[in-house]
């Protein structure tokens, strides 16, 4: 698969990046990553003048980030070398010990394996990193094509450390430093012309995994084809939002993102309100993580942000806001004290051993004032209560903004100071204000960053409060206004734009054409719409289907609607749908209030009717006549995963949580699942097969709710397919792979024909598969609902109460899925378990 991506070049006109990802590699193959850089000639042809190819890197370093960076290229297929010091504290008879040497390094990998969330998306793909130590292995870089430093935050052992790197390295080979804030050209004095040429900062964010967020910040003497190496490598292969940075102090991210929680910090004291109420303020209900801001210090270290604290006021005495950069009193309270949260389990909060009435432990809560801990309390702040009544964010900040309330105005005069903060800080720490907003959301988990919120606030409205309060805005904001532009960004035919303030004017935000927004194909109308799904036209005659429900839940709307979708690609000649959404979950499945409001009410025609559909909803997906293809991202469970694998294929972000999770609620799959475990266990079998062991392997799967933590892993429980589904790394790219896919598709498609062939068991299956259940049983993993539950999936996936092994129909496998999925909705103790998940959100185990 080849995709393109124009970008500038300082000596050429056009430059396009190939790239080359030989995708279906096995466990113990690797994926070479190649990236070809073109310009063309005086004749209009391709030149190439740039080829890097990425098959190992080494890792220097292999504390909480080192190996976490070591497992995320493990995870997309590149070997990798990781080296740390030897201990210190060796007796003399483990000095010439390999495995004592190496102690520090293989610890921390084995402990990387161990985390939770996963380090890596598969625990095999831990077989890529090969460890070792800086005294005896060293050399081993010297194959390397790309090596990271990730050591202590000391300058003088970072060069201690890059100066070997120079000895072994070989030469073109990319070096690179993951400090979080030590200046990148203070680290490469004294190092060759080809060091210094293939040397700049890449900082990722912990965990590397997850966090979508690569600074890459170069040198004045940083080759530039390097530097679109890496923006371009870092997006399409390591999944990441790259963010070019100018080498000043915390880079980009980190220099707004504390500035924030630090004006926080002071803002607390000033108003008098307690942590837990700014921590609701500042967590979801402002688009933030549930954090919030003083548990996110508790998360984070209050050593550590302390540090980075007084590193920014100490580096940047010129910052308009440094008094911002002040420690408070609290704050120092808890360094003195060696409260430094999560990590000593006291900091702001503490989490006692006592319980509450209702069971819960009982946290403790700092107040600010007095330095003592107390019970938490309930915030109960006429701003929050206004919050809960507004559904959309773009609403609710501004009214936020405008209460009249304490937590109305910390709102308001954090943002005001924020707005004033990042108009200073272009061009100072970047040319471009998109990249503060990418660096903000993708570094901290922000969901808008602060031009977006300025942007909602109303530029106009946003200086005024800012400059009330005494804060600065820069001159290029008021010109920007006064020219009569109005906005940060605006959409224009589908294409988002930003203000550039060297043109004064608004341009494509770079890289953007490769990645499928949605919003900004709202301002067209859609091809078709419900209340619960939009059908969109994302180009070259695709339509892609957008989920709208409550956390996209799929009932009603969303099944007729991808009916009714299909309809509309097949009779006005669509060359295929796409179903995706831009949200943090692809679904969280079949709408359960209305499966559980039939089954209270003991409505067994409606819900026949209702599991009736969702199941020809499924069919419709695999066996229509142009390709349906699903882009997924987040949690993928139930009816959603049931969707996927009835689709033509589907294009999963690796961070896809897929899963038939159905035994929860006390259910079975009853949307296709079921049914389709039964055909991909058939599928397996071969002549002279014992089968047994395939059968109970899908068993299991739906009878312990199997849910995969990453995409790859979803392979190893069989939701997705290797030869007809993908993983895609970047979430932001799902979509657009999947158009992909629909195209490369449709050119001969043929529709497919429903299955007669599925091989089922029969009572030799279902005995096999109750012994099963029986030693979950006796191992206390099930209770006995949960093995009434996991005898209706044996009987449907050995094709009911039949004497011996034959063939049957799809349709007949729904029939009996149906009737299961119907015979379960009528037990107390299934009723119950729904009525738990939608009171709790938890299952329950009765």
Same mark, same amino acid.
Request: net charge negative; glycine share 10%.
């Given at each position: 698969m080849q995709r393109e991506v124009l970008i500038f070049c300082k000596f050429v006109n056009l430059a396009k990046i190939r790239w080359i990802n030989f995708n279906d590699f096995t466990n113990n193959q690797i994926m070479a990553q190649t990236l070809a850089t073109e310009k063309t000639d005086q004749n209009g042809q391709a030149v190439l003048h740039q080829h890097r190819h990425i098959k190992k890197v080494a890792v220097l370093g292999s504390g909480i980030m080192g190996s976490g960076i070591a497992c995320h290229f493990a995870n997309i297929g590149v070997e990798v070398v990781m080296l740390d010091i030897v201990p210190f504290d060796l007796k003399d008879e483990e000095k010439d010990n390999r495995s004592a040497r190496n102690r520090i390094v293989d610890s921390a990998l084995k402990a990387a394996i161990k985390s939770k969330p996963a380090a890596l998306y598969d625990k095999r793909f831990a077989s890529r990193i090969e460890t070792g130590n800086f005294d005896d292995d060293f050399e081993k870089i010297s194959d390397c094509d790309w090596v990271i430093e990730v050591v202590v935050e000391r300058l003088d052992i970072k060069k201690q450390v890059f100066e070997k790197v120079d000895q072994f390295r070989k030469k073109g080979a990319l070096v690179t430093s993951n400090t979080s804030g030590i200046p990148i050209h203070m680290m490469m004095e004294g190092r060759s012309e080809d060091f210094k040429k293939h040397f700049c900062g890449t900082h990722f964010f912990n965990p590397p995994r997850y966090m979508r967020l690569l600074e890459i910040i170069p040198t004045p003497e940083t080759d530039p084809g390097i530097v679109d190496f890496l923006m371009q490598y870092g997006d399409v292969f390591l999944g990441k939002q790259t963010v070019l940075c100018k080498d000043t102090p915390a880079f980009i991210a980190n220099r707004v993102g504390v500035y924030a929680m630090a004006k926080i910090y002071q803002l607390t004291s000033e108003l008098g309100l307690r942590i837990e109420e700014v921590d609701k303020l500042t967590g979801p209900v402002i688009g933030r993580p549930k954090t919030g801001t003083f548990r996110l210090g508790d998360l984070v270290g209050h050593d550590t942000a302390a540090n980075v604290i007084k590193g920014i006021k100490a580096n940047c005495p010129n910052d308009e806001q440094a008094s911002a950069f002040e420690i408070p009193a609290y704050l120092q309270f808890l360094l003195d004290n060696k409260f430094l949260g999560n990590k000593t389990k006291k900091g702001f909060y503490e989490k006692t051993k006592e319980r509450d009435a209702s069971g819960r432990p009982v946290i403790l809560a700092l107040n600010l004032e007095t330095l003592e801990y107390a019970p938490s309390q309930k915030p109960d702040l006429p701003s929050l209560k206004l919050a809960k009544q507004i559904e959309e964010l773009n609403k609710r900040v501004p009214a936020l903004f405008d209460?009249?309330?304490?937590?109305?105005?910390?709102?308001?005069?954090?943002?005001?100071?924020?707005?004033?903060?990042?108009?200073?800080?272009?061009?100072?720490?970047?040319?471009?204000?998109?990249?503060?907003?990418?660096?903000?959301?993708?570094?901290?988990?922000?969901?808008?960053?602060?031009?977006?919120?300025?942007?909602?606030?109303?530029?106009?409205?946003?200086?005024?409060?800012?400059?009330?309060?005494?804060?600065?805005?820069?001159?290029?904001?008021?010109?920007?206004?006064?020219?009569?532009?109005?906005?940060?960004?605006?959409?224009?035919?589908?294409?988002?734009?930003?203000?550039?303030?060297?043109?004064?004017?608004?341009?494509?935000?770079?890289?953007?054409?490769?990645?499928?927004?949605?919003?900004?194909?709202?301002?067209?109308?859609?091809?078709?719409?419900? /209340?619960? %799904?939009? +059908?969109?036209?994302? #180009?070259? $005659?695709?339509?892609?289907?957008?989920?709208?429900? =409550?956390?996209? !839940?799929?009932?009603?709307?969303?099944?007729?609607?991808?009916?009714?979708?299909?309809?509309?690609?097949?009779?006005?000649?669509?060359?295929?749908?796409?179903?995706?959404?831009?949200?943090?979950?692809?679904?969280?499945?079949?709408?359960?209030?209305?499966?559980?409001?039939?089954?209270?009410?003991?409505?067994?025609?409606?819900?026949?009717?209702?599991?009736?559909?969702?199941?020809?909803?499924?069919?419709?997906?695999?066996?229509?006549?142009?390709?349906?293809?699903?882009?997924?991202?987040?949690?993928?469970?139930?009816?959603?995963?049931?969707?996927?694998?009835?689709?033509?294929?589907?294009?999963?972000?690796?961070? /896809?949580? %897929?899963? +038939?999770?159905?035994? #929860?609620? $006390?259910?079975?799959?009853?949307?296709?699942?079921? =049914?389709?475990? !039964?055909?991909?266990?058939?599928?397996?079998?071969?002549?002279?097969?014992?089968?047994?062991?395939?059968?109970?392997?899908?068993?299991?799967?739906?009878?312990?709710?199997?849910?995969?933590?990453?995409?790859?892993?979803?392979?190893?429980?069989?939701?997705?397919?290797?030869?007809?589904?993908?993983?895609?790394?970047?979430?932001?790219?799902?979509?657009?792979?999947?158009?992909?896919?629909?195209?490369?598709?449709?050119?001969?498609?043929?529709?497919?024909?429903?299955?007669?062939?599925?091989?089922?068991?029969?009572?030799?299956?279902?005995?096999?598969?109750?012994?099963?259940?029986?030693?979950?049983?006796?191992?206390?993993?099930?209770?006995?609902?949960?093995?009434?539950?996991?005898?209706?999936?044996?009987?449907?996936?050995?094709?009911?109460?039949?004497?011996?092994?034959?063939?049957?129909?799809?349709?007949?496998?729904?029939?009996?899925?149906?009737?299961?999925?119907?015979?379960?909705?009528?037990?107390?103790?299934?009723?119950?378990?729904?009525?738990?998940?939608?009171?709790?959100?938890?299952?329950?185990?009765?």
């Open positions: 209460a009249e309330d304490k937590g109305g105005e910390l709102i308001r005069r954090s943002l005001a100071g924020l707005f004033a903060y990042v108009s200073n800080r272009v061009p100072e720490i970047s040319d471009n204000l998109f990249s503060i907003d990418d660096a903000l959301r993708t570094g901290f988990a922000w969901e808008i960053g602060p031009f977006q919120y300025w942007d909602m606030i109303g530029i106009e409205k946003g200086i005024a409060t800012a400059e009330a309060q005494g804060d600065q805005i820069a001159d290029w904001v008021k010109g920007m206004l006064a020219a009569g532009h109005t906005n940060f960004y605006k959409v224009e035919n589908g294409v988002r734009k930003f203000y550039d303030i060297a043109s004064q004017s608004y341009q494509p935000i770079p890289g953007a054409e490769e990645f499928i927004i949605l919003d900004n194909y709202r301002e067209k109308p859609p091809v078709y719409k419900n /209340s619960e %799904i939009v +059908l969109h036209d994302i #180009g070259d $005659g695709v339509l892609c289907l957008e989920f709208t429900s =409550k956390m996209n !839940a799929i009932g009603e709307g969303i099944l007729r609607g991808i009916n009714e979708s299909i309809r509309i690609a097949e009779e006005e000649g669509w060359k295929g749908l796409v179903i995706g959404n831009n949200a943090q979950n692809f679904t969280v499945g079949a709408n359960l209030m209305m499966i559980g409001m039939f089954a209270y009410q003991q409505e067994f025609d409606e819900l026949n009717m209702a599991v009736n559909l969702f199941q020809q909803t499924t069919m419709r997906c695999r066996y229509s006549s142009i390709p349906v293809v699903a882009a997924t991202q987040g949690y993928t469970f139930g009816g959603g995963c049931e969707t996927i694998m009835h689709c033509d294929a589907a294009l999963c972000a690796a961070e /896809s949580y %897929i899963g +038939l999770v159905e035994v #929860g609620v $006390g259910l079975i799959p009853g949307g296709g699942g079921t =049914k389709e475990f !039964a055909v991909r266990a058939s599928d397996k079998f071969f002549e002279g097969d014992v089968m047994i062991p395939t059968l109970i392997d899908k068993f299991k799967t739906i009878a312990m709710a199997s849910v995969a933590t990453s995409a790859w892993e979803a392979y190893k429980y069989d939701y997705l397919l290797p030869h007809k589904d993908s993983v895609v790394v970047n979430t932001q790219r799902n979509i657009g792979e999947a158009k992909k896919k629909v195209l490369a598709l449709a050119d001969n498609y043929t529709q497919p024909i429903q299955r007669e062939d599925v091989t089922v068991l029969g009572r030799t299956g279902m005995a096999a598969c109750y012994v099963a259940a029986n030693e979950l049983r006796l191992g206390n993993y099930a209770s006995e609902h949960d093995i009434k539950i996991a005898h209706k999936i044996a009987y449907v996936l050995c094709g009911g109460d039949l004497t011996g092994t034959q063939k049957v129909s799809e349709q007949y496998l729904l029939d009996i899925e149906r009737e299961a999925f119907l015979s379960l909705c009528g037990e107390q103790k299934t009723l119950e378990r729904i009525q738990h998940m939608l009171q709790t959100n938890k299952p329950l185990r009765n």
